[in-house]
Structures are given as C-alpha cells and as structure tokens.
C-alpha cells in the first residue's frame, strides 16, 4: 500500500489499518497451507482405506488425528482473528435484519486423544 497507513474498506467509511491488514492476510494464509495439508491428509486417507491393508489402516488413525488437530488450528485461527478484528474498531449494524458478516459463535467440542 503506498501513501497512507489505512484502506477504505468496501467504500463505506470503515478504516482498517495496515498491521491489522497484514494480521488478516497472514492468517489467511497459514490457514490456506492447513486446508492444503489436509486435502493431502484426505487423499492418503481414502486411499490407505481403499486397500484395506491392516497397516495403512492402522495409519489412519494418526493421519485422522493430525487431521483433527489441523482442524482445530484452523478454529483457533478464525477465533483469534476474529477476536483481533473487533478490537480494530465498531462495526455498524446494518438494516434489514443483516448480522452485518458477524458469524454466530458455537461451541467447539475437543475430543480426548489416547
């Protein structure tokens, strides 16, 4: 961005500066590395259980937990960003009954790895 440290956002007035810019895109992209793993995760998934050979079964079960734990990474992710971006200001609430792109929160649970 050159000249000033803040961007319109959408045109409305809204600024956002460049740290909180940099936060967003760089979650963004730790975010997009994890879903590309676990595209590879899935696929060695699948494939290890269409062999139905014992031992890739078996590997499953650490590729379905490194899966899981990816997931959780991603929530983390979208939690703390979400949780940065409403300290970077107010959001004004728009009209007809739109939650104006705020996501309604539900509860995460953790399952317990042996």
Known sequence: MEGGDTFSVHGNGNQVDN???HAVQKSFVQVQSILNQNRLLINEINQNHETMIP???????GLIRELNNNIRRVV???ADLSLSLSFAGPTEASSGGDSGGKLGHKRVRHVNES
């Open 19 to 21: 740290k909180a810019f």
């Open 55 to 61: 031992d890739n079964l078996g590997r499953n079960v």
């Open 76 to 78: 983390d992710l979208y």
